[in-house]
Nanobody, 127 residues
Framework: QLQLVESGGGLVQPGGSLRLSCTASGFTLDAYASGWFRQAPGKEREGGSCINRSGGGTNYADSVKGRFTISRDKAKRTVYLEMNNLKPEDTAVYYC????????????????????WGQGTQVTVSS
């Protein structure tokens, strides 16, 4: 079974940067699309970014577009989320997710698309 472990969260000041990592075990990510979601207190879990199984296609929510970058290192079985110009409203628990991708090489920022989830890592943006 594919297992995902996130790391890299922490406390950062507004305008700062963080890089989250999500490392897979059990399987390689070659056949999987990957995504990053986040959940703020009292809110629904929302999709922020995703990358297709080939790594050639990405999608971003409007709230993070231009500030966040998703990437993947297949050899390291790791998906990254580079977050720049962080804002207090980015404060949330961040989750990575993976979806076995067959047929069309795509990714979606919709929770039902993904079957494997990490345990989450806290990101707090505050001065």
């Amino acid at each position: 079974q594919l297992q995902l472990v996130e790391s890299g969260g922490g406390l950062v000041q507004p305008g700062g940067s963080l890089r989250l990592s999500c490392t897979a075990s059990g399987f390689t990510l070659d056949a999987y699309a990957s995504g990053w979601f986040r959940q703020a207190p009292g809110k629904e879990r929302e999709g922020g970014s995703c990358i297709n199984r080939s790594g050639g296609g990405t999608n971003y929510a409007d709230s993070v577009k231009g500030r966040f970058t998703i990437s993947r290192d297949k050899a390291k079985r790791t998906v990254y989320l580079e977050m720049n110009n962080l804002k207090p409203e980015d404060t949330a628990v961040y989750y990575c997710a993976a979806a076995l991708s067959v047929g069309q090489d795509r990714c979606l920022m919709m929770r039902p698309f993904y079957s494997s989830w990490g345990q989450g890592t806290q990101v707090t943006v505050s001065s």
